[in-house]
C-alpha cells in the first residue's frame, strides 16, 4: 500500500499565494506521474498540473502562470505553488500518484491522497 498525505490548505483572499505539499509513502519503487487535481463543488475532478513519465509537466490551462509544481524526488513529495489565486480556484485539491510498488501484483496503481480544501475569497 502507498500513503499520500497532503497538507498546506486554507484560507486566503484573492491575489494571494498557498503552498500545497504531498509526501508519498510506501514500498514504491517508480513514480510514474504524480500531481495535483482539483474538485470544485457541483463539478468533475480536474487535472491541475503534474509531473508526467519523462519529467514533463501538464498544467491546465486556467492555471498556467500562476501555478507551478516542482517535486523532491528524494523524498518523494509534490508541491504546488499556487500565486495569485482566484475565487474560482476554491476546490478540494487532490494529491494523485501512479506508482510501480514492491511485493504487489499488478505492479502498478494509483493513488489519491484524502484532499486538501483551498478557499479563496474576500
Known amino acids: 500500500q502507498v500513503q499520500l498525505v497532503e497538507s498546506g490548505g486554507g484560507l486566503v483572499q484573492p491575489g494571494g499565494s498557498l503552498r500545497l505539499s504531498c509526501a508519498a509513502s510506501g514500498s514504491i519503487l517508480t513514480i510514474n506521474l504524480m500531481g495535483w487535481y482539483r474538485q470544485a463543488p457541483g463539478k468533475t475532478r480536474e487535472l491541475v498540473a503534474a509531473f508526467t513519465s519523462g519529467d514533463q509537466t501538464n498544467y491546465a490551462d486556467s492555471v498556467k502562470g500562476r501555478f507551478t509544481i516542482s517535486r523532491d524526488n528524494a523524498k518523494n513529495s509534490v508541491y504546488l505553488q499556487m500565486n495569485s489565486l482566484k475565487p474560482e480556484d476554491t476546490a478540494v485539491y487532490y494529491c494523485?500518484?501512479?506508482?510501480?510498488?514492491?511485493?504487489?501484483?499488478?505492479?502498478?496503481?494509483?493513488?489519491w491522497g484524502q484532499g486538501t480544501q483551498v478557499t479563496v475569497s474576500s
Open positions: 494523485y500518484a501512479d506508482v510501480t510498488e514492491g511485493g504487489r501484483y499488478p505492479p502498478r496503481a494509483g493513488y
